[in-house]
């Protein structure tokens, strides 16, 4: 299906409909879809088929506006009479701006951060490489202002039309047309020591770099632009999906509700706002957006395509699936459909489907890493070994140092019985993560098959203690939740606005279990961090004054204690927190500390045990304490476990190889330290 509503140009003759009223310009014009329901009767004409579409405000006066479109069968619902009947111009504008709209849709770009299907990403649609026809088209609009169209939007004066530096930019623009873009640039850069206002020239500006990928800096001019048009709706939609590529979704947003305001039937931009929207965690709105999107455009498949994404990323998936095979099914050439449908397919756990079509996917795009992931993790769910391990195999020659793939090649060459590769794989993985607890468990059964069995055994053992830890892990969670404010808060707290951190506590954490003293625990071990010790006891004082039973707050006065080599003062408050709630793993973890510091070996070992603590240095007591008690198979164990997660951490690792070298335990030492990160 030809992908554009096309009309005859002005070089091949055309013939001129004069539409009394609408609906004899629709039986009387084939472009009826793109023009003639939408131009006001009597004023205007439309033509038939060919190169462009010609617009005729009096006899002997035309302009042509050729239209491209990346969407079928339709234009957008922004055109339908947006115009008053007497504005020429406006009318124009309008369908000129929907051309520019329009060269968004030209290319596809998705971008896919892991391996397992996250069906919705940020697409963007890149400008193709553009004719010279179509350049023109994109600042006729710019062309028409500059020559008289003040009347539509009087924001900042023109040279008049037959100027020199109208005539200069004429210049600048044949010569991006005809190829010469680097000569273009330089009049353009001419004109603009001349005249550093001149919308028209900045616009130009922009699109020759953006045509030499030099998009940072076409991002800039587009910037420049919109501030001189503040309300130019095409430069609203180009610096809103400008700034939605570069992760400020919130300046995004911002300026594409203001496009949206402008044109509020815009399917363009509708269709970048519900990206934004969710990205942004906005759900509903997203969804919203992209219906408006269906309904300015309702025959256009890559807005069909996007609606079954977002509907299957808020958990519609069966719904977003019909979609995407209504999609698929009127133009299988979209980009990226078939990898969109396995994806769904896997959610659904259709996994024969999944693998059916990201195989199409890759088919059709060989060298598509993530369609390469979902192939190979469908097999691996449907035990097809030796397709898994193929797809692994072509995604290593991409990425050689993908711990995931590295993994499910071993795990392949495992069930393949292939036991050396298994274990050279695995091995790997582990020296790239130490903390792959997988990769530990497919290590037993590797050795096991060699039939060695002291390794099988103690890979085991390494994998059910690491195991066992994720319980700590699962504790901190609302640790990690407090993570994405911390920076925020710290930069509040430090300009002495400790009012606006607790406010940002109770925001962040509208809706959940957080109670007020919570807020106040946060901001008090913030301040005991800063080495605010004063502030940071006033807040977890309070704390505990409005809910005695809070969590955290005893155990950061425990902590501070234990700063202050206060033994006595810390074993206190962290019994005072355990009195409140037994299993607070890291009041056990603190006071496992304590009895380490006292020299109560096993008392310090079962504390430290029972914490499942992940935090290196209590590791590091935990290994210690086994070895005074004279359990080294299990300081050695704890001592591979710390190694995990102190990978990172060189000076904490020093001590451990010294700790194991004390005790005699030389190969596993030299062995930590060939793991150590680069």
Same mark, same amino acid.
């Given at each position: 299906?030809?992908?554009?509503?096309?009309?005859?140009?002005?070089?091949?003759?055309?013939?001129?409909?004069?539409?009394?009223?609408?609906?004899?310009?629709?039986?009387?014009?084939?472009?009826?879809?793109?023009?003639?329901?939408?131009?006001?009767?009597?004023?205007?004409?439309?033509?038939?088929?060919?190169?462009?579409?010609?617009?005729?405000?009096?006899?002997?006066?035309?302009?042509?506006?050729?239209?491209?479109?990346?969407?079928?069968?339709?234009?957008?619902?922004?055109?339908?009479?947006?115009?008053?009947?007497?504005?020429?111009?406006?009318?124009?504008?309008?369908?000129?701006?929907?051309?520019?709209?329009?060269?968004?849709?030209?290319?596809?770009?998705?971008?896919?951060?892991?391996?397992?299907?996250?069906?919705?990403?940020?697409?963007?649609?890149?400008?193709?490489?553009?004719?010279?026809?179509?350049?023109?088209?994109?600042?006729?609009?710019?062309?028409?202002?500059?020559?008289?169209?003040?009347?539509?939007?009087?924001?900042?004066?023109?040279?008049?039309?037959?100027?020199?530096?109208?005539?200069?930019?004429?210049?600048?623009?044949?010569?991006?047309?005809?190829?010469?873009?680097?000569?273009?640039?330089?009049?353009?850069?001419?004109?603009?020591?001349?005249?550093?206002?001149?919308?028209?020239?900045?616009?130009?500006?922009?699109? @020759? *770099?953006?045509?030499? %990928?030099?998009?940072?800096?076409? !991002?800039?001019?587009? &910037? #420049? +632009?919109? $501030? =001189?048009?503040?309300?130019?709706?095409? @430069? *609203?939609?180009?610096? %809103?999906?400008?700034?939605?590529? !570069?992760?400020?979704? &919130? #300046? +995004?947003? $911002? =300026?594409?509700?203001?496009?949206?305001?402008? *044109?509020?039937?815009? %399917?363009?931009?509708?269709?970048?706002?519900?990206?934004?929207?969710?990205?942004?965690?906005?759900?509903?709105?997203?969804?919203?957006?992209?219906?408006?999107?269906?309904?300015?455009?309702?025959?256009?498949?890559?807005?069909?395509?996007?609606?079954?994404?977002?509907?299957?990323?808020?958990?519609?998936?069966?719904?977003?699936?019909?979609?995407?095979?209504?999609?698929?099914?009127?133009?299988?050439?979209?980009?990226?459909?078939?990898?969109?449908?396995?994806?769904?397919?896997?959610?659904?756990?259709?996994?024969?489907?999944?693998?059916?079509?990201?195989?199409?996917?890759?088919?059709?795009?060989?060298?598509?890493?993530?369609?390469?992931?979902?192939?190979?993790?469908?097999?691996?769910?449907?035990?097809?070994?030796?397709?898994?391990?193929?797809?692994?195999?072509?995604?290593?020659?991409?990425?050689?140092?993908?711990?995931?793939?590295?993994?499910?090649?071993?795990?392949?060459?495992?069930?393949?019985?292939?036991?050396?590769?298994?274990?050279?794989?695995?091995?790997?993985?582990?020296?790239?993560?130490?903390?792959?607890?997988?990769?530990?468990?497919?290590?037993?059964?590797?050795?096991?098959?060699?039939?060695?069995?002291?390794?099988?055994?103690?890979?085991?053992?390494?994998?059910?203690?690491?195991?066992?830890?994720?319980?700590?892990?699962?504790?901190?969670?609302?640790?990690?939740?407090?993570?994405?404010?911390?920076?925020?808060?710290?930069?509040?707290?430090?300009?002495?606005?400790?009012?606006?951190?607790?406010?940002?506590?109770?925001?962040?954490?509208?809706?959940?279990?957080?109670?007020?003293?919570?807020?106040?625990?946060?901001?008090?071990?913030?301040?005991?961090?800063?080495?605010?010790?004063?502030?940071?006891?006033?807040?977890?004082?309070?704390?505990?004054?409005?809910?005695?039973?809070?969590?955290?707050?005893?155990?950061?006065?425990?902590?501070?204690?234990?700063?202050?080599?206060?033994?006595?003062?810390?074993?206190?408050?962290?019994?005072?927190?355990?009195?409140?709630?037994?299993?607070?793993?890291?009041?056990?973890?603190?006071?496992?500390?304590?009895?380490?510091?006292?020299?109560?070996?096993?008392?310090?070992?079962?504390?430290?045990?029972?914490?499942?603590?992940?935090?290196?240095?209590?590791?590091?007591?935990?290994?210690?304490?086994?070895?005074?008690?004279?359990?080294?198979?299990?300081?050695?164990?704890?001592?591979?476990?710390?190694?995990?997660?102190?990978?990172?951490?060189?000076?904490?690792?020093?001590?451990?190889?010294?700790?194991?070298?004390?005790?005699?335990?030389?190969?596993?030492?030299?062995?930590?330290?060939?793991?150590?990160?680069?």
């Amino acid at each position: 299906m030809n992908n554009r509503i096309e009309a005859r140009s002005i070089a091949g003759a055309a013939t001129v409909l004069w539409a009394a009223d609408r609906q004899k310009a629709k039986t009387e014009s084939k472009a009826t879809g793109a023009l003639a329901n939408y131009l006001p009767p009597g004023r205007f004409c439309v033509v038939r088929e060919g190169q462009g579409i010609v617009f005729s405000k009096l006899p002997g006066h035309r302009v042509e506006v050729p239209w491209y479109g990346h969407r079928r069968n339709g234009p957008a619902e922004r055109n339908r009479a947006r115009c008053p009947p007497l504005c020429g111009m406006a009318v124009v504008r309008s369908f000129v701006g929907v051309c520019i709209m329009k060269l968004l849709r030209d290319r596809c770009w998705r971008g896919r951060w892991n391996a397992n299907p996250s069906l919705v990403v940020f697409l963007r649609k890149e400008s193709a490489a553009w004719p010279a026809n179509r350049l023109r088209a994109v600042l006729l609009l710019a062309v028409l202002f500059a020559s008289g169209g003040a009347a539509v939007r009087a924001q900042n004066a023109s040279p008049p039309a037959g100027s020199p530096l109208m005539r200069q930019f004429h210049q600048a623009l044949s010569l991006a047309e005809h190829g010469d873009r680097q000569e273009a640039m330089n009049l353009v850069l001419h004109l603009l020591e001349q005249r550093p206002d001149f919308e028209p020239a900045i616009k130009l500006k922009g699109m @020759l *770099l953006e045509e030499a %990928g030099r998009t940072s800096e076409a !991002a800039a001019a587009y &910037e #420049e +632009a919109l $501030k =001189l048009a503040p309300n130019d709706a095409e @430069l *609203l939609l180009k610096t %809103g999906v400008y700034k939605l590529t !570069a992760g400020q979704r &919130e #300046e +995004a947003i $911002k =300026l594409l509700q203001h496009c949206i305001r402008i *044109l509020p039937g815009d %399917g363009d931009a509708q269709y970048y706002l519900a990206q934004a929207y969710h990205l942004n965690g906005q759900d509903d709105l997203a969804l919203r957006a992209i219906r408006l999107s269906l309904k300015a455009e309702p025959d256009n498949v890559s807005v069909w395509q996007k609606y079954g994404e977002l509907l299957c990323g808020t958990g519609d998936c069966e719904a977003g699936l019909r979609w995407l095979l209504k999609a698929q099914r009127s133009d299988a050439t979209l980009l990226r459909i078939d990898y969109d449908i396995a994806a769904t397919d896997y959610k659904l756990m259709d996994l024969a489907g999944a693998a059916q079509y990201a195989a199409r996917a890759v088919e059709s795009q060989p060298n598509d890493v993530t369609a390469l992931q979902l192939l190979a993790i469908a097999d691996v769910k449907l035990a097809k070994w030796q397709e898994a391990r193929n797809a692994f195999e072509r995604i290593l020659a991409f990425k050689t140092d993908d711990v995931g793939s590295l993994l499910g090649l071993g795990q392949c060459e495992l069930e393949l019985k292939n036991y050396p590769a298994a274990v050279d794989k695995l091995q790997s993985v582990l020296r790239l993560d130490p903390t792959r607890l997988l990769a530990h468990f497919y290590l037993s059964r590797a050795f096991a098959g060699m039939g060695r069995t002291a390794d099988a055994q103690h890979e085991a053992a390494l994998h059910q203690l690491m195991m066992e830890q994720i319980t700590f892990v699962r504790s901190i969670e609302s640790d990690e939740r407090e993570s994405s404010i911390k920076a925020q808060a710290h930069q509040l707290l430090a300009e002495h606005r400790e009012e606006d951190v607790l406010r940002l506590y109770r925001e962040h954490f509208k809706g959940t279990a957080a109670t007020p003293a919570d807020a106040y625990v946060f901001v008090g071990k913030l301040y005991l961090f800063m080495g605010d010790t004063e502030d940071g006891l006033r807040n977890l004082h309070h704390a505990l004054e409005i809910q005695p039973t809070v969590r955290g707050a005893h155990t950061y006065e425990g902590i501070l204690a234990l700063k202050l080599g206060d033994l006595s003062g810390a074993e206190n408050e962290f019994k005072a927190e355990l009195a409140n709630d037994p299993n607070y793993q890291m009041a056990i973890a603190e006071m496992g500390e304590v009895r380490y510091r006292q020299g109560l070996w096993s008392d310090a070992a079962e504390q430290l045990a029972k914490s499942r603590t992940i935090t290196p240095e209590l590791l590091y007591m935990l290994c210690d304490s086994y070895f005074h008690m004279g359990r080294v198979s299990d300081a050695d164990l704890t001592a591979e476990t710390m190694a995990a997660y102190a990978r990172n951490k060189p000076e904490v690792m020093k001590e451990l190889i010294e700790l194991l070298l004390r005790n005699g335990q030389t190969e596993l030492a030299q062995r930590l330290s060939a793991n150590l990160a680069p």
